[in-house]
């Protein structure tokens, strides 16, 4: 478990920005020090811990320690086997959504760390998906991969403009889809086990 | 009933047949007219076959007429069938030869018809007498050239002797023609036309008169039958055929030449149509199967990704290992179909060939390497050309590709470039074997089952075509230089300022 977080760590684990963890630092609010030799902040578990419950954020992302992946696809077979991929690697926590809708309300429900979204969905498209998801403030921290058998440049583009960080091919290839969602979350791309 | 009974055995009667020594003649290359002209059966025949038919005023007894086809063919036909020859009495021969060189005279004078024409209604006067009838020959005579599809100037000068001049021009014939064979009539005809109108013709009277006086002796045409006759008839309508053939068969020619034309244009407009349908079609089927097909290999691969990152025994991960990169075959497929069948908009920018042949040779090396197949990049033009980097880098990839297909270990690929109008013509060759020849025709079809082995497999000619075709370009085979494929793509000014 990981035991010190950086800056940008603790933003994403309490859902606020970076510049409010710094200024509640440098103030003394949230307590840690700093790296040797550097000005780099470092922010110990449990004054991180101790920091979310004074002000009321939920703690529970810090005490599973794992990022929470919404995970939103119709076809129910490849939902499962993608959550047990994704949940064996050990870092990460993972919902389901199966459609458009039921996604909306999750997102905003379980304020998951990114969305691995299914471009063709039943109700709404994935495009809506992420507009929804953007135009809304408060989810802005929220990652989005967005997943498909398409695979035209423009269509993906299109993708990219609506809001989605990433994009993945189906059938995809477990480890390459977690590097991508690593990179987006600022975690190790290599499992720890 | 009079009539009745003399027409009765006209109507009856089988062709008028020609006598031997006349189709001898006409057995002659060329044949002989003059040899013909005496015998009314031949006479008959050459104004049968007279097609397309002069009028009285211009028709000439000439090479041309007697070398149709159909008249020595007729003839021969004829030499087999029951057939009135020669009337027996030479009387009435004489008759038609004295009455033919007296019209024919008249007309070379007088000017008002052509003499051959002129002849030919001489010769043929007495027809009816000819064919047996006696009264009535005049209207036996008529039923035959009716019967026998005779031109309509001859039909009516010797057909209606016995109506007025007047009549007769009434319906239709040459005045000229009808004038002179009355004149003759009236002056040699004697007795033999009891029912012949006849009207005074002053100036044309007067010269038939003087020109009866010194009328040519009768010539008698032999009719005993020749032994040989039949052989040279056939080949006089052979020759006759190749010779007329000649003339009728060029403009035929010009006009098949433009039919094979007009139906090359609809043959490609239509493969043009129906290559865009073809490619309508599967990109709409390669857009449905991107989604349904991929969401179960998503499945499967999921899961034997699953079981593999369990498995401890190398040999069953393995073998997982082989489904999940099959799931990805599959998709790829699916992704080259839809490459091939509606590529992505070009994002056209100004490229150096030098550049992009390099990347390719970068991007494909290692992979050459361990095949132990050398590429070169021969760049012979340092031109630009205008079109999305990204394609014609797949397109040339593709291309390499199919040549490390076909090229064994030690071989080599050589990819060069060069300007040809305003293209820029990058050639990829290499030291392999050419298409398999049952396979040439489609190798740029997606999915052509012929092709089992080597070059040319999967979809990587097919889409670097298509994307070529995207770019305003093309991929060529040339079968001369069977390992050579040719990307040409629009050549570019070089830019001012340094491009990628």
């Keep these: ?193 | 009933m009079s009539t009745a009974s003399s027409s009765q055995p006209a109507m009856a009667l089988p062709w008028l047949r020609p006598a031997s020594a006349s189709l001898l003649a006409l057995t002659d290359d060329p044949p002989d007219a003059s040899a013909i002209r005496l015998d009314p059966g031949l006479v008959l025949h050459a104004l049968r076959y007279s097609r397309p038919t002069p009028d009285g005023a211009t028709f000439a007894l000439d090479e041309a007429i007697l070398c149709q086809p159909g008249l020595s063919e007729t003839a021969a036909a004829l030499l087999g069938e029951a057939t009135v020859s020669a009337p027996s009495d030479s009387n009435v021969l004489q008759l038609g030869q004295r009455l033919a060189h007296l019209a024919s005279k008249l007309a070379a004078v007088m000017g008002l018809c052509s003499p051959d024409a002129a002849w030919c209604a001489g010769l043929l006067a007495p027809l009816g007498r000819y064919c047996g009838a006696s009264d009535h020959h005049l209207s036996a005579a008529r039923k035959l050239l009716a019967r026998w599809r005779l031109p309509g100037w001859i039909q009516i000068a010797v057909g209606y002797l016995d109506l007025p001049l007047d009549e007769a021009d009434g319906l239709g014939g040459h005045r000229g023609l009808n004038r002179i064979l009355r004149a003759a009539i009236r002056r040699v005809g004697g007795e033999s036309f009891p029912k012949f109108a006849r009207e005074a013709d002053g100036e044309l009277d007067a010269l038939a008169g003087r020109f009866a006086e010194d009328l040519p002796a009768y010539v008698e045409v032999p009719r005993d039958p020749v032994p040989e006759l039949l052989p040279r008839l056939l080949r006089a309508t052979a020759r006759a055929r190749g010779r007329s053939a000649q003339s009728w068969i060029a403009p035929l020619e010009d006009r098949i030449d433009h039919l094979v034309d007009q139906l090359a244009e609809a043959r490609l407009d239509f493969d043009h149509r129906l290559r865009d349908a073809k490619l309508e079609a599967l990109s709409e089927f390669a857009a449905g199967a991107s989604h349904e097909f991929n969401n179960p290999l998503a499945v499967i691969s999921g899961n034997a990704q699953w079981l593999k990152s369990r498995e401890a025994d190398p040999d069953k991960a393995g073998h997982l290992a082989t489904i999940i990169r099959q799931t990805q075959r599959v998709h790829d497929l699916l992704t080259g179909t839809r490459q091939f069948s509606s590529p992505s908009a070009a994002k056209p920018a100004v490229h150096s060939v030098e550049s992009l042949l390099g990347r390719v040779q970068r991007d494909i090396q290692t992979e050459a390497d361990g095949l132990g197949i050398r590429i070169e990049v021969a760049s012979a033009c340092a031109s630009f050309l205008l079109a999305d980097g990204e394609q014609v880098r797949t397109a040339i990839s593709h291309l390499v590709r199919n040549a490390l297909e076909a090229v064994g270990q030690g071989g080599w690929i050589k990819l060069t470039s060069a300007t040809a109008g305003s293209s820029v013509v990058i050639a990829v060759e290499d030291s392999g074997s050419g298409p398999a020849e049952d396979a040439q025709e489609h190798l740029f079809d997606p999915f052509f089952s012929g092709r089992s082995a080597g070059r040319g497999r999967g979809l990587g000619l097919p889409i670097a075509w298509a994307l070529a075709r995207n770019n305003g370009g093309d991929v060529r085979w040339d079968p001369t230089a069977p390992t050579r494929f040719a990307l040409s793509l629009p050549l570019r000014e070089a830019p001012k300022r340094q491009v990628a």
Aim: include cysteine; glycine fraction near 6%.
């Design chain 1, 1 to 193: 478990m990981k035991t010190v977080f950086t800056t940008g760590e603790a933003a994403k684990i309490c859902k606020v920005s970076q510049q409010t963890i710094i200024r509640c630092f440098d103030n003394g609010q949230l307590k840690g020090f700093r790296v040797p030799g550097s000005k780099f902040r470092r922010i110990p578990r449990e004054s991180l811990y101790r920091f979310m419950r004074d002000n009321q954020i939920p703690t529970d992302a810090l005490e599973s320690g794992k990022r929470k992946v919404l995970l939103v696809d119709d076809d129910a077979e490849l939902v499962e086997v993608t959550a047990r991929l994704l949940e064996d690697d050990g870092r990460f926590e993972v919902k389901i959504a199966a459609n458009g809708f039921d996604a909306g309300m999750m997102v905003k429900e379980y304020r998951p760390d990114i969305m691995l979204l299914d471009v063709m969905l039943p109700d709404i498209n994935g495009k809506e998906v992420c507009m929804r998801v953007r135009s809304d403030a408060s989810l802005e921290e929220v990652r989005i991969i967005c997943i498909s058998g398409m695979v035209e440049d423009d269509k993906i583009q299109e993708l990219r403009l609506a809001g989605a960080d990433d994009f993945e091919r189906k059938p995809f290839d477990v480890e390459i889809l977690i590097d991508k969602m690593c990179r987006l979350l600022d975690m190790e791309t290599a499992a720890v086990a």
